[in-house]
């Protein structure tokens, strides 16, 4: 049985359903979900940069986020097993919810007890810290998405995307502008780096992410379809069991393959794209091993191999299954690709600030106060837009914004600090953004399957986000390499070939308004 998406609505009843109790809840959802992201990435290259760390390494930094791209690893693990005293208090989706943001809150604050100007031990430090929050991030990710697609009908999920992200957006005022103003209150500035100001601002923010505990205790658990299968504690154990050990193979395989690659970069004559190239190969190859060791245990029959097939076998067969293999293969590429143009650039746009010398109080002003305003609209129209017109009417409409506003950046580039072409482009950048993304959450709300929720979009939002992040943590050797113009213009030129595939996604597979469904 399938249920119609997005089905086109009147502009009065769209608006009335903003007023809907589930619809509201994803506001302080999304608060939650907004507050470690800035921390790991501008926020933090910003106290890295005072801290006197090397913009290369600052840019690398992004990679501590790449739990985002892999969350669909464990993403079964969240929709299958119960937590000791939490789920049986809470429910399968809160117990989670709350053990992520306790995670979340120890991962702050571990940040903030480090200092990184100290030693090249201290930056490594305040990596695993920081890997640490975009692990605990993206676990509090995955059970948002599947709480927001369990807890009501398809008719409003574009509006809850557009109200997760004015959430999500206006947590980024609190961690971007918020965390800056707090850091330069305390005393800490570019040219006067005072680790104690960035130490009480990392400790408010953990603090404020009691927010969502709070939100935690007062939302309704949702309804979901429990598995039919009935498994013992000591399944559970096990299954754990062969995660931790593919987790662990790949840790191993990506840091012991470290000195051969390098010894390939020098061979090879190390440069921008032959570094790329080469790490991801890497992570590939890490990637690879991981799964062979998590087959070879499942062969062993360290777990049974039902509870395997349904935990990380079955969610991607089933969607498979759906749309068949040519539609399913393309609509991943599309996934995979769509957000490429704005990821890559964001990565490296904080520190492109700072070149231009633009103060730290007015990047807080332009960047994470009205560019995070604008960004709120930019998905508010995002959300009107895909329950008006459709959701991929918004998807090609976000896929131009983005590419093109790129080009601001550009001008910025050229002109050095100018503020009334730094307003443009932070503005532009984020009303794309934020359309662009409440049209892609309705999209991937709309694919996935109610039976494997968690598992499904965590797969669909890592492929979103894996390659722009491991191409954007090059991003500062490409600036090395070929300037901040050509590399704007980069990011506009991999944008275009994606309103090509929504097109495409839109004629060839005909996922129009009337014809994208799910199941129920």
């Known amino acids: 049985m399938t249920e119609p998406i997005h089905t086109p609505t009147s502009w009065s009843e769209t608006l009335r359903n903003f007023l809907d109790a589930r619809v509201l809840t994803m506001l302080f959802l999304g608060f939650s979900a907004g507050i470690p992201i800035l921390l790991i990435f501008s926020s933090l290259s910003l106290w890295l940069g005072e801290a006197g760390v090397e913009r290369k390494a600052v840019t690398f930094f992004s990679w501590a986020a790449l739990g985002y791209s892999f969350k669909f690893v464990w993403a079964p693990l969240i929709d299958k097993l119960p937590l000791p005293f939490l789920t049986r208090a809470l429910g399968k989706r809160r117990a989670w919810l709350l053990l992520s943001q306790g995670l979340i809150i120890l991962a702050i604050i571990a940040m903030a007890s480090i200092d990184p100007a100290l030693s090249k031990n201290n930056v490594t430090l305040m990596a695993f810290a920081a890997v640490l929050l975009g692990f605990s991030s993206?676990?509090?990710?995955?059970?948002?998405?599947?709480?927001?697609?369990?807890?009501?009908?398809?008719?409003?999920?574009?509006?809850?995307?557009?109200?997760?992200?004015?959430?999500?957006?206006l947590a980024m005022i609190v961690a971007g502008a918020g965390a800056l103003y707090l850091a330069a209150y305390f005393g800490s500035e570019k040219d006067h780096y005072v680790y104690t100001a960035w130490r009480w601002t990392y400790f408010i923010m953990a603090a404020i992410m009691l927010i969502g505990v709070l939100t935690t205790f007062v939302i309704p658990e949702p309804q979901h379809k429990e598995s039919k299968l009935h498994y013992t504690t000591r399944d559970y154990l096990r299954l754990v069991l062969v995660f931790a050990c593919t987790v662990i193979a790949f840790v191993l395989s990506f840091f012991f393959t470290a000195d051969l690659f390098t010894s390939l970069k020098e061979l090879l004559d190390y440069g921008v794209f032959t570094g790329f190239i080469l790490e991801t190969l890497r992570f590939t190859l890490a990637v690879g091993v991981a799964f062979l060791v998590g087959y070879l245990l499942v062969r062993a029959g360290l777990v049974d191999q039902a509870i395997a097939i349904e935990t990380w076998i079955a969610p991607i067969a089933e969607f498979f299954n759906r749309y068949g293999v040519k539609t399913a293969a393309f609509l991943l590429i599309l996934i995979g690709f769509y957000r490429i143009s704005d990821i890559v650039l964001g990565a490296a746009s904080n520190v492109f600030y700072q070149d231009q010398n633009f103060s730290k109080e007015e990047i807080a002003t332009a960047v994470k106060t009205v560019g995070v305003l604008v960004s709120v609209l930019g998905g508010v129209l995002g959300g009107l837009f895909a329950t008006r017109f459709g959701v991929m009417k918004s998807l090609l409409w976000g896929a131009i914004l983005a590419a093109l506003t790129n080009l601001v950046f550009v001008a910025l580039a050229l002109t050095g600090h100018n503020l009334p072409i730094f307003y443009l482009a932070v503005i532009a950048d984020n009303l794309a953004a934020g359309f662009a993304s409440a049209a892609f959450v309705a999209f991937l709300s709309a694919l996935t399957s109610v039976s494997f929720t968690a598992v499904q979009y965590a797969i669909f939002s890592s492929l979103m986000s894996l390659f722009p992040k491991v191409l954007g943590g090059y991003s500062g050797t490409m600036v090395d390499a070929i300037g901040y113009p050509s590399f704007f213009s980069f990011t506009t030129l991999i944008g275009l070939p994606v309103i090509g595939l929504v097109l495409i996604a839109t004629r060839f597979l005909e996922l129009d308004q009337s014809k994208l469904t799910k199941p129920v």
């Not at 998405?145 to 999500?168: F, H």
């Open 138 to 169: 993206a676990t509090q990710d995955i059970v948002i998405d599947a709480y927001r697609i369990e807890s009501a009908e398809t008719r409003l999920q574009a509006l809850m995307s557009s109200t997760y992200i004015v959430g999500y957006r």
